[in-house]
Protein backbone atom coordinates (compact mmCIF):
# COMPACT_ATOMS: atom_id res chain seq x y z
CA UNK A 1 0.00 0.00 0.00
CA UNK A 2 1.59 3.60 -0.83
CA UNK A 3 1.81 6.67 1.37
CA UNK A 4 -0.46 9.09 1.89
CA UNK A 5 0.59 11.68 -1.11
CA UNK A 6 -1.55 14.84 0.37
CA UNK A 7 -3.59 15.07 3.02
CA UNK A 8 -5.72 18.11 4.77
CA UNK A 9 -7.61 18.31 7.96
CA UNK A 10 -9.64 21.43 8.55
CA UNK A 11 -10.54 22.55 5.20
CA UNK A 12 -14.50 23.43 4.79
CA UNK A 13 -15.74 21.66 1.94
CA UNK A 14 -19.14 23.18 0.32
CA UNK A 15 -20.88 23.14 -2.81
CA UNK A 16 -21.45 26.71 -3.40
CA UNK A 17 -23.57 28.18 -1.13
CA UNK A 18 -23.94 25.19 0.71
CA UNK A 19 -21.72 24.11 3.73
CA UNK A 20 -21.01 20.22 3.72
CA UNK A 21 -18.94 20.42 6.27
CA UNK A 22 -16.53 22.88 8.18
CA UNK A 23 -13.79 20.63 9.49
CA UNK A 24 -13.30 18.35 6.65
CA UNK A 25 -10.42 16.35 5.21
CA UNK A 26 -9.04 15.79 1.55
CA UNK A 27 -6.79 13.07 0.75
CA UNK A 28 -5.05 12.05 -2.10
CA UNK A 29 -3.93 8.37 -1.72
CA UNK A 30 -2.99 5.62 -4.39
CA UNK A 31 -4.29 7.39 -7.46
CA UNK A 32 -7.81 8.82 -6.13
CA UNK A 33 -8.77 12.10 -4.11
CA UNK A 34 -11.28 11.59 -0.95
CA UNK A 35 -13.45 14.00 0.46
CA UNK A 36 -14.09 13.49 3.83
CA UNK A 37 -15.93 14.71 6.47
CA UNK A 38 -14.93 15.80 10.12
CA UNK A 39 -16.05 12.15 11.22
CA UNK A 40 -14.39 10.66 8.37
CA UNK A 41 -17.33 9.48 6.43
CA UNK A 42 -16.82 10.03 2.70
CA UNK A 43 -18.24 12.50 0.63
CA UNK A 44 -16.84 12.12 -2.92
CA UNK A 45 -14.14 9.93 -4.18
CA UNK A 46 -12.64 10.24 -7.99
CA UNK A 47 -9.22 8.61 -9.80
CA UNK A 48 -7.32 11.77 -9.75
CA UNK A 49 -7.35 11.38 -13.30
CA UNK A 50 -10.46 12.53 -13.63
CA UNK A 51 -10.26 15.44 -10.85
CA UNK A 52 -10.32 18.97 -12.27
CA UNK A 53 -9.16 21.45 -9.96
CA UNK A 54 -7.81 25.13 -9.57
CA UNK A 55 -8.57 28.54 -7.95
CA UNK A 56 -12.13 30.55 -8.43
CA UNK A 57 -11.55 33.40 -10.76
CA UNK A 58 -13.30 35.40 -7.62
CA UNK A 59 -13.07 35.12 -3.72
CA UNK A 60 -10.13 34.49 -1.36
CA UNK A 61 -7.11 33.62 -2.10
CA UNK A 62 -7.83 30.13 0.47
CA UNK A 63 -10.15 28.26 -1.42
CA UNK A 64 -9.55 25.85 -5.18
CA UNK A 65 -12.92 24.68 -6.37
CA UNK A 66 -12.86 20.83 -7.28
CA UNK A 67 -14.32 19.33 -9.38
CA UNK A 68 -15.29 15.32 -8.67
CA UNK A 69 -17.41 12.90 -10.74
CA UNK A 70 -19.23 16.24 -12.60
CA UNK A 71 -19.67 17.69 -8.84
CA UNK A 72 -18.09 21.23 -8.07
CA UNK A 73 -16.66 21.53 -4.99
CA UNK A 74 -15.09 24.78 -3.19
CA UNK A 75 -12.47 23.65 -0.36
CA UNK A 76 -11.48 26.70 1.66
CA UNK A 77 -8.22 25.71 3.16
CA UNK A 78 -7.11 27.16 6.67
CA UNK A 79 -3.35 25.80 6.30
CA UNK A 80 -1.70 23.51 8.85
CA UNK A 81 -1.61 24.63 12.55
CA UNK A 82 1.31 23.48 14.97
CA UNK A 83 5.24 23.70 14.34
CA UNK A 84 4.81 26.13 11.53
CA UNK A 85 2.05 28.40 9.89
CA UNK A 86 1.12 28.00 7.07
CA UNK A 87 -0.86 30.54 5.51
CA UNK A 88 -4.39 29.45 3.54
CA UNK A 89 -3.48 30.94 0.59
CA UNK A 90 -0.58 28.64 0.52
CA UNK A 91 -2.05 25.46 2.18
CA UNK A 92 -4.26 25.84 -1.42
CA UNK A 93 -1.54 25.99 -3.74
CA UNK A 94 -0.03 22.85 -2.35
CA UNK A 95 -3.37 20.85 -3.06
CA UNK A 96 -3.49 22.29 -6.59
CA UNK A 97 0.49 21.48 -7.03
CA UNK A 98 -0.69 17.77 -5.09
CA UNK A 99 -3.07 17.26 -7.37
CA UNK A 100 -0.86 18.12 -10.54
CA UNK A 101 1.76 15.67 -9.15
CA UNK A 102 -0.42 13.13 -8.35
CA UNK A 103 -2.31 12.68 -11.79
CA UNK A 104 1.72 12.86 -13.35
CA UNK A 105 2.24 9.96 -11.27
CA UNK A 106 -0.35 7.61 -12.03
CA UNK A 107 0.68 4.32 -13.17
CA UNK A 108 -1.74 2.10 -15.02
CA UNK A 109 0.95 -0.84 -15.65
Do not use: C
Request: glycine content about 12%; hydrophobic content about 35%; charged content about 30%.
Amino acid sequence: MAETEYTAHGVRIGRWLRSLTRAGQVHIKDGRLELLTSYGTQIDSAPVEEVRAARPWFGRGDRAVASVNGRQYVLTLTGERGRHEESGEKAAGRFLEAVRTARGRTDFG
